[in-house]
Every structure is written in C-alpha cells, then in structure tokens.
C-alpha cells in the first residue's frame, strides 16, 4: 500500500525533523518534548522533536516513585526536577490521558500507520529469507512490557529500565549519539551500551524472519493500545455475507491474524492491507459507534 | 466481556476519562513536567553510552 508506506515516511520524518542537530550537535530541548509523539520513537534520538509516550510514562512513574532519582542525569537535573514537580502525579495524569484518548479512538491505527519502528519492522522483514512465525504466548509481552517494566518497576527502582533496555532507544539514541556525539562530551563505552547494542541485534535479527515481532511481543506502547483497541472508535468490520473465509486476509497480514474470526482483535495494527487484499470486498474500516455495527465484528466467525 | 463492556458504554466511558485525564494533566503542569523529562531522559540515555 503506497499510502501507508507514504503516511509511516511522514511519521518518521515528523517525529525526527531536528536536522539542526547535524550543524549545532545540540540535542532539541524546546517545548516539543513536552508533546508526546503518538508513535514509538525515542527522544534521546538526536533528530528527535517531541517524547516518547513509554519513556515520559515511566519517567512520570519514577517521579511519583517512593525512590526517586535520575541514577545518571546529574545532581542539577534532578534537582531540578524536583523542584519542578509540584505536582508530581500532573505528568502521569497528561501522559496516560494521551496514550489513552490515542488508543480509545484510534486502537492501533498509529502502529500501522505512523509508527517510526513499526515502519522498520515492515522494511526488515521484506528480506528474502527463510521466515518464522511468532508463539502465540509471546504476544502477552507486550502488555507484561507495559505493565510490570514501563510502570510498576520504575515506580519501585525509581529507574525508567524499559527505556535503558529498550532497543528503539539503542537504534535511534545510543548508536547515533556514539557515531555523532553532542557536544557535551559522553562518558566511554561501558559494559551497558554493549547489552543495549546486543539485545538491538537481536531484534533486527529477528524482524527480518519475523513479522514485527517487537509490535506484537514487546512493545509497551503497542500493549496499551492492543488493549484499547476491541474499544476503539476506529472499526474493522467484516461482512459475513461476503466473506468466503479464503485466507487472503491472513496471508497478507503484517502480524498473522486472521480478521473474519475477530475483526477489532487487539493484535490487529489497522494496516487496512486485508482491505485492499480481500477478494470480496468484505473487510471495511472507519470512525464510527463501538459496538452499533449490525455486521459481525468480534468472534462470531464468518458464515459455515 | 467485550459485549457486556459495549452494554455498559464503556468506550465512552473510557473516551470522558482519558480526556479528563489529559486536560487534569495539562491544567497541573503536565506539559511542562513531560518537558522536564524528555531532557532528563535524553541525558540519561546519554550518560548510559
């Protein structure tokens, strides 16, 4: 699909236009990064404009953390912090209330459509090679991701640990910044970079056999719009008068599911192939009613 | 589940909290305290190289 590929380009280039970093070597520090992007994209990216919804929610998490502290950021930074947050719970309440009201009228659509590493993840796996499917069991990593290692261990370490893990962040941040460093001088290479940089090669390594596996096993931000998504405004529906159950659907999927047995399934990233792919016409997408469509939507299956 | 949540409104529901959520936020200082962070991150993830 031209436009999709067209729309994740934008997405991308939105997210990181700060090309200014190649001539100041100046990470942006204006008011953008108080905006969050909806997509994943790291904000130690050096192109970067605006925040990271996982990393601004786990450092709202840390900042309302019992053990607050920023381990390497510096004693004015934290300090600063601190007296900043006045009302520490004011950043948690902006940032789920975006990634929320996101997920609530659009479900996934942004994972399809503009997410920078979803984008990649499509790339990497057009590589001719022997390709593997995903275990279904791996697919509860992403809400395990969200849940235990973007919220509940930041709140108890007061360590944002998703972020320090997190191999968008050794792509878009640590590896740039080492190739192109700021001029605030780094600290040397340590054993951390190298496990940020093994478990990125890993990952890469696996999107090329894998339809984007890190969307659908490990994705903290993909997680909290998979759960969002059987709620959504934006609606997959699929006629069963239509549907002939061919598999066309499946096969052209970017993260295998099956649409006819569960048309608004949280695994679904709303790339509308199956739309364009469907012989029949079945599959329609668009805003409307959760719930109001008199065609079936969630597990009733097509017609025998 | 998913039908019974649809019976009670619940994406509606969901829509008004999320919303209130954000605004809540903005109105304490949301914005500004997710600008704080986005620096702080940004040297954090720096001070990990």
Known sequence: MVARRWSQVLGTLVANPWFAYFGTRTIYQGKAKGLCFPGFNCYACPLALFSCPIGALQQS?????????????????VTAVKRTASYPVSALLYVVGFIGLVGILTGRLVCGWICPFGFLQDLLYKIPTPKLPLPQWMRFGKYFALVVV?????????????????????????????????????????????????????FLAWMVVTKRPFCRAACALGGAYAALTPFSFYRMRVDSAKCTSCGSCKASCPVDINIYENANSPECVRCLTCKKECPNGAVSSGFGRPYSSTIFERGSGPPA | MATW????????????????????????????KVFINGIVICLDCIGLI
Not at chain 1, 61 to 77: E, N
């Open chain 1, 61 to 77: 998490m840390t900042l309302i953390s019992p053990r607050f502290r920023t381990a390497s950021a510096g004693q004015a930074v």
């Open chain 1, 150 to 202: 973007a919220m509940l261990i930041p709140y108890i370490t007061g360590v944002h640990w998703y972020s320090r893990l997190c191999p968008a962040g050794s792509l878009e941040g640590a590896v740039p910044l080492e190739l192109l460093p700021p001029k605030t001088p780094l600290p040397d290479v340590g054993w951390f970079f190298w496990l940020k940089i093994a478990i990125l090669v890993v």
């Open chain 2, 5 to 32: 949540l649809g019976r009670i409104r619940a994406p509606y529901l969901l829509l008004a909290i999320f919303l209130v959520m954000l605004v809540t936020g903005l109105l304490l200082g949301g914005f500004g």
